[in-house]
């Protein structure tokens, strides 16, 4: 079966959880865990909502039905997306807010226009998701309400400076940019509390206290978020666009080694990585993730860097020395070396998974073809010239793993144009595919379809064929006279 770019899909695998120490942890389904913990604080609302077995009654079925819609929706999210150590960051994330509010209105008696419910839901939104931010919103504006006599000025208040601060965060990729959120949630709050003080002709002087209120709420929940945000990062093992663009800067120890110790590498890198990011945008990846992956992706050559082509500049091949089996060990470590100072340096796991995996169990054809030719009675065993994998697991391993293979390949295309390189992207494709290379990733072909088109133009654009000029009398080009 060849890959032809018709729709279709490859075997795919849940993804596994990203800690498993949690999944032990977790022993009751997390939905129940979720719900249980839920219910037990709105417990501590009971005294705020009257008298008598019936006010009691009463809450408790309210906090049952909203807490059981919240955990049903949790428990139906993809398990690939809502791992155990998000599902446990969530949830004290929303306790965390839960006891903000009940400990400021019940022991500090301020307005609840003060309260960053914003915070809660701009670091879901960057850590988790927009869709699990949006139900977290609902959750914490309702407490909000419950605990102001189920007031729907406060509801309504909290939910547009929510909103607000899930759209000013769900795409931001730097910590400047979350300032400009901390405005956008201002100005929204203001709207907010305008628009109800105006319903119930509320004195200027109050609308002005509530106004002070809304632009405290914007600039401590920016406050709050960014003071957060690092911690939860190194604690849960999350990465966020602002960690990956940190990551992608030049200056990084990491970088600058492969600059200065493997030039040719870091080249082929950067190229990978323009490469990686076209390919994910079409095929529906992270684009980010998959550039600062590919960046990384070889960063085990920094441990034999003159053993690999592309640095060998002005120096003999290494590897006329070795035997086609030592040969394809120093290839092949180049992996574990990777990954080894990846976790040194404390990169993100799935960094460190790009980098693991950006090889699958490919063979290493040139060294195993030399071994074949060089003892042809007893053949080499196939085993012994692949890498160890495991296969790419994620789109963005995957793409990084094409993009590896196919910036290689096109270096050696002479008198590159749009057809040459066409088909050596699609030959490598249809090899990593039938090599079942792809097996194990949620990839389609339609996905391969669109990689392969990503691929394509950049490389064209990369490799496109110079005008050629005449030359005057005196040898230099004469653009005046070009074909």
């Known amino acids: 079966m060849k890959y032809t770019g018709e729709e279709g899909t490859t075997n795919s695998r849940t993804a596994k959880s990203d800690a498993p120490f949690l999944q032990k942890a977790l022993s009751v389904p997390a939905w129940a865990v979720a719900l249980l913990i839920f219910l037990v604080l709105n417990c501590l609302l009971f005294g705020r909502m009257g008298s008598g077995w019936q006010g009691l009654a009463g809450t408790f079925l309210f906090i049952a039905v909203s807490m059981g819609i919240y955990a049903f929706y949790l428990r139906k999210y993809p398990s690939s997306t809502l791992t155990d150590s998000k599902l446990v960051m969530l949830l004290g994330l929303i306790v965390i807010m839960m006891v903000l509010i009940i400990i400021l209105f019940m022991s500090f008696a301020i307005t609840s226009y003060l309260i960053p419910i914003a915070c809660g839901v701009m670091l879901i939104t960057m850590l988790i998701g927009v869709p699990v931010a949006l139900i977290s919103l609902m959750v914490l504006s309702v407490l909000i309400a419950m605990v102001n006599n189920f007031d729907f000025n406060y509801f309504f208040v909290a939910v547009m ?60 929940s920016v406050i709050l978020a960014i003071g957060l ?46 490469l990686a990011e076209t390919a994910a945008e079409l095929a529906g990846a992270d684009p980010l993730l998959t550039r600062v992956g590919a960046y990384y992706h070889d960063i085990g050559k920094l441990a034999k860097p003159e053993y690999f082509t592309e640095n060998q500049i002005n120096i003999m091949n290494k590897h006329e020395d070795l035997t086609p089996n030592m040969s394809s060990l120093v290839l092949i470590t180049h992996v574990k070396d990777g990954v080894t100072f990846a976790r040194e340096h404390k990169l993100n796991k799935r960094i460190v998974d790009i980098i693991e995996q950006h090889h699958g169990t490919s063979l290493i054809h040139y060294f195993y073809m030399k071994a074949l030719e060089k003892d042809s009675v007893s053949p080499a065993e196939e085993t012994k010239y692949r890498y160890p994998g495991p296969r790419p697991r994620t789109k963005e391993a995957a793409i990084v793993m094409l993009a590896d293979s196919v910036e290689a390949a096109a270096r050696t295309v002479e008198e590159p144009s749009y057809e040459r390189i066409a088909d050596v992207v ?9 090599d079942s290379q792809l097996d194990d990733c949620n990839i389609t072909l339609v996905n391969l379809r669109g990689i ?18 005449e030359r005057d009398e005196s040898g230099n080009p004469d653009k005046k006279s070009s074909k």
């Open 229 to 274: 945000l690092p911690y939860l990062e190194d604690v849960f093992s999350i990465v966020t666009n602002i960690k990956l663009m940190e990551l992608a800067d030049y200056n990084q120890p990491l970088l600058k080694r492969l600059m200065v110790e493997a030039p040719g590498t870091y080249h082929h890198s950067m190229l990978v990585g323009n």
């Open 426 to 434: 699609n030959t490598i494709i249809n090899n990593k595919f039938t």
């Open 161 to 220: 400076g929510g909103l607000a601060g899930i759209y000013s965060t769900y795409s931001v990729r730097n910590r400047r940019d979350l300032m400009k959120a901390g405005l956008y949630v201002s100005a929204a709050n203001m709207l907010g509390i305008l628009m109800m003080n105006i319903i119930h002709h509320t004195s200027f002087v109050s609308m002005g206290n509530d106004f002070i209120m809304g632009i405290g709420n914007g600039f401590l």
């Open 452 to 469: 392969a088109e990503g691929f394509i133009n950049t490389l064209t654009g990369i490799y496109h064929t110079r005008v050629e000029y």
